[in-house]
């Protein structure tokens, strides 16, 4: 089985670049292999501008930034995503990278004949978010609900995919990298397991 490990951050020393490369080397170490996106070095451009929307109109073609990212996700059976939270959501990279490539005709299909057709079935995601508040705030005020709906629902499993795992890594600007360590560790550990679970599924 194969992974696609998306971050989203434009500093590379950051915490989230930090548990992306955690994320990535647990999988190798488990005998998966991964290949990693880093969109802000690559600079993704994630406006969705005139070509998105004459596909989204059905008179142009897929974008060739839109369409190596399709075929970078098309060879991972895992897609794991990895950001900060930033206002109850994911930074606005990230979302343009999903708005401009999940795309109807690839992410899912709209037709007269069968109507509405999710097409990432064979997917699963991972959602890796940090977070600066604690767990209690959240659960007080409805962020994990809110993220649910927003993001599990609205995107993932909109298209047909399956939500693997959601991990909030809580108080990121409170805590040092040093506290943090072994709750990143685990949470490598756990998506890495994931991923090698289905794999020993398959082969056998």
Not at 37 to 65: M, S
Not at 104 to 117: E, K, L, Q, R
Request: aromatic share 8%; glycine share 6%; with cysteine.
């Amino acid at each position: 089985m194969t992974a696609l490990v998306v971050v989203s951050h434009s500093d590379p020393d950051s915490l989230t670049h930090h548990v992306a490369r955690s994320v990535t080397e647990a999988i190798r170490t488990a005998g998966g292999s991964v290949e990693t996106a880093d969109l802000a070095a690559e600079n993704f451009d994630p406006r969705f501008a005139g070509a998105d929307l004459n596909l989204f109109r059905g008179n142009g073609t897929t974008p060739a930034d839109v369409l190596s990212e399709q075929e970078r996700i098309d060879r991972a059976d895992h897609l794991i995503l990895v950001f900060p939270m930033y206002w109850w959501s994911m930074p606005a990279l990230l979302k343009g990278w999903i708005d401009r490539v999940f795309v109807s005709g690839w992410a899912y299909d709209i037709t007269p004949d069968s109507g509405f057709v999710k097409k990432l079935d064979r997917l699963t995601v991972h959602l890796v978010s940090l977070a600066g508040d604690d767990a209690d705030s959240f659960e007080r005020h409805g962020i994990d609900a809110a993220f649910r709906t927003q993001i599990e629902r609205g995107i993932v499993e909109y298209c047909g995919a399956t939500v693997g795992s959601t991990t909030f890594l809580h108080e990121t600007d409170a805590r040092s990298r040093d506290a943090l360590a072994e709750e990143i560790a685990d949470l490598a550990s756990a998506i890495a397991a994931r991923v090698a679970c289905r794999q020993k599924a398959v082969t056998h």
